[in-house]
T-cell receptor, first 108, second 115 residues
Framework: GQNIDQPTEMTATEGAIVQINCTYQ??????LFWYQQHAGEAPTFLSY????GLEEKGRFSSFLSRSKGYSYLLLKELQMKDSASYLC?????????FGTGTRLLVSP | EAGVTQFPSHSVIEKGQTVTLRCDPI?????LYWYRRVMGKEIKFLLH????????ESGMPNNRFLAERTGGTYSTLKVQPAELEDSGVYFC?????????????FGPGTRLTVL
């Protein structure tokens, strides 16, 4: 079976750092994606990890440990516009398998 | 470059009616995917086209759903007859190439409400 777990909701303050965790159990693994989705809009690509380690891209970083079935998305210097849902998705055989998403609320 | 577009953005129909959703992928993207998110649940895969061929339709819920991609360009997803549990947001995504690491570009979705 396939199972992807993320916290449902998180809150943080503008300027702070937040880490969103994702654990997964899937049959077949060819990488893990993080997407950002603002309400009523399309999910937009943030990062892709296929090898263990940290990928840094500006204020956003993503980490993967394949042996632990674990990933996190790290957001630094939070801005109000970062309030959104963050979707963890695993790809095995072309299709994406999503978690339920983590709703992040950034307050002033 | 235009992104993935979907039409309509919203559709409200009654149980038993038919609805057709349309997706226009990014030009040149051979891979086209349909996903669905029902209330409170995760986004779930429905099917995958490579050009006009169905590569994987393992996520299609039942035979009331029919997807087509004639000519390998835009795709339609028809629900006939619609049931209450079909309500949700239907997303389309497209991707270029064969590498699994290539990101999927998503459309804004069609919100379907079945009354």
């Amino acid at each position: 079976g396939q199972n992807i777990d993320q916290p449902t909701e998180m809150t943080a303050t503008e300027g702070a750092i937040v880490q969103i965790n994702c654990t997964y159990q899937t049959s077949g693994f060819n990488g893990l994606f993080w997407y950002q989705q603002h309400a009523g809009e399309a999910p937009t690509f943030l990062s892709y990890n296929v090898l263990d380690g940290l990928e840094e891209k500006g204020r956003f970083s993503s980490f993967l440990s394949r042996s632990k079935g674990y990933s996190y998305l790290l957001l630094k210097e939070l801005q109000m516009k970062d309030s959104a849902s963050y979707l963890c998705a695993v790809t095995g055989f072309q299709k994406l398998v999503f978690g339920t998403g983590t709703r992040l609320l950034v307050s002033p | 470059e235009a992104g993935v577009t979907q039409f309509p953005s919203h559709s409200v129909i009654e149980k038993g009616q038919t609805v057709t959703l349309r997706c226009d992928p990014i030009s040149g993207h051979d891979n086209l995917y349909w996903y669905r998110r029902v209330m409170g649940k995760e986004i779930k895969f429905l099917l995958h086209f490579v050009k006009e061929s169905k590569q994987d339709e393992s996520g299609m819920p039942n035979n009331r759903f029919l997807a087509e991609r004639t000519g390998g360009t835009y795709s339609t997803l028809k629900v006939q007859p619609a049931e209450l549990e079909d309500s949700g947001v239907y997303f389309c995504a497209s991707r270029t190439g064969t590498g699994v690491g290539n990101e999927q570009f998503f459309g804004p979705g069609t919100r379907l409400t079945v009354l």
